[in-house]
């Protein structure tokens, strides 16, 4: 069963958002709240980006997501937007979006899809991302946790 086509969203990544505040706003909720965080870089005009953000909330990744992770949009424009945050989460542009990080509670990087691993997200199965998440939410051992 693969991911669920969608119509385009145009509100998606705000044009005016501000990612760097939004990433460490989501960080301080992050260690309140035992979660961590799931940056989602893409784009309004990225089709695989709106396939990709239905599925994560929505279903059983949905579900997933809503208990352990803090999801944060990084708008690229044009490929010309965020390209700082692209880089400090090593984030290869050029392999596609949308692209995912996961974050630990202190801010380091956990995991990042650097080969574009969702770049085809349309063509995902649901119970790949599920698993996928799975690996990824908040471990039970809390004093491990990066």
């Known amino acids: 069963d693969v991911l669920e086509a969608v119509s385009v969203k145009k509100d998606l990544y705000p044009a005016d958002a501000d990612a ?3 990433i460490e706003d989501a960080l301080k909720q992050a260690a309140a709240g035992k979660k961590r ?12 980006c709106h396939v990709l953000d239905r599925a994560l909330h929505d279903g059983p990744a949905g579900k997933v997501v809503k208990e352990s992770f803090l999801l ?8 010309n937007k965020n390209l700082n945050l692209a880089k400090k989460y090593k984030v290869p542009l050029d392999k596609g979006v949308p692209a995912v990080v996961i974050l630990g509670r ?3 990087i956990l995991y990042s899809s650097g080969d574009g691993e969702f770049e085809a997200a349309r063509k995902m199965m649901k119970k790949d991302l ?8 908040q471990p039970l051992v809390q004093n491990r946790e990066r």
């Open 130 to 137: 599920v698993a996928f998440l799975g690996r990824w939410k």
């Open 20 to 22: 760097k505040k939004e």
């Open 106 to 108: 202190d801010g380091g």
């Open 37 to 48: 965080v799931l940056l989602v870089f893409g784009a309004n005009w990225c089709y695989d």
């Open 72 to 79: 944060v949009h990084v708008d690229i424009g044009e490929a």
